[in-house]
């Protein structure tokens, strides 16, 4: 190992549509980060496309790796460590970034990290945060996951809240796209809330008998897309813009709701006077103005990270690499790709 004062780790993240690497120093602070998206190329099939995804990871890895480390002005061998997503996601999509940290580690004897891509998005905020430490309550919500989570220490997580169906990401999309927008909704049905007018609709906002931090989004779901396909069939198959609008509001409020209660009360059961929002849905500005008020109340501090590195980065993934390096955790190289990685205890 280097004698160094700063730890550099690069972080592969590929587990879905974005292929993106990132050199990140002592966990904190970014020196590049490179992303290549997909949405274009996904966004005409309603959805990510994962053969399509996977074979154009394999495209892009090599330029996003060029210029991840010319961005930062170093060469490889400046790495302490390689830090990669190994799961969960897309496990073709996994397999790309996985092999290439793999290879690199084989060629250049820099040691490799796997990193689960949920306490990926969790290290999200120790970039824009620097003055961040654990302990924390961390809400997750993303295309893929919606999690509460007491962040122990930077290593160490007890989960409280998971999702008994739909991902709040996931939802948004699918509402989003009964409503007509193009793929991925969320960002598209957070714009046309704005024009909505409150209590046109009643949505339901789903709870879960004896888990009251678990989430279910399957029955709101439901009950929107019902109420969009009525509209429809009493008006020739059309829906104006307001109703959207309307429609998109109601469904946007339901969600915050859903989140709001959950995270402050356990933020009060334990204790913990901090809060990090994380996942592709906290790019929502609604959500994340809500949560803030409720915290200001509750005398709760809140953090969020920086909209560039709520969708999925490599940054966030070399933060997360950096806490288990200076742990001394490395990976070996039979490490496999899991598709379903699951996020437990540890
Ligand atoms: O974290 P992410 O990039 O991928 C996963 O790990 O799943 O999250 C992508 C998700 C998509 O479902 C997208 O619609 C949602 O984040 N999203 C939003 C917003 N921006 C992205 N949802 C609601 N409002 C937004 N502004
Ligand atoms: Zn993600």
Redesign the pocket.
Known sequence: MKINKDILILGIES??D?TSISVVKNGRYVLSNVTNSQIDIHKIYGGVVPEIASRNHIINIDYVYSKALSDANITIKDINAIAVTYGP?LIGSLLVGLSFAKGLSIATNIPFIGIN??EG?IASNYITNTDLEPPFIALI?????TNLVHVKNYNSFKIYGRTHDD????A??KI?RVLGFE?????K???SALNGTKNIFTFPRGEIKDCPYDFTYSGLKSHVINVIHNIKQKNNDRIDSKTISDISLEF?NSIIDSLINRTINLSKELNINKIAIC?????????KNALSTECKKNNIKFFYPEKKY???NGAMIASAGYYEFINKKTSNLDLNANANLEFTDK
Not at 141 to 145: A, E, K, L, P, Q
Not at 183 to 187: A, D
Not at 279 to 287: E, H, K, L, Q, T
Request: aromatic share 4%; net charge negative; glycine share 20%.
């Open positions: 587990s879905c974005e996601g891509h949920i998005h919500v993303s295309g893929g996951h991902a709040c990401g996931e948004y999309d989003a793929y991925p909704g969320g960002p049905l957070e714009k946007q996942g592709g849905v906290s790019a929502n500005d609604a959500i709520t969708t999925d």
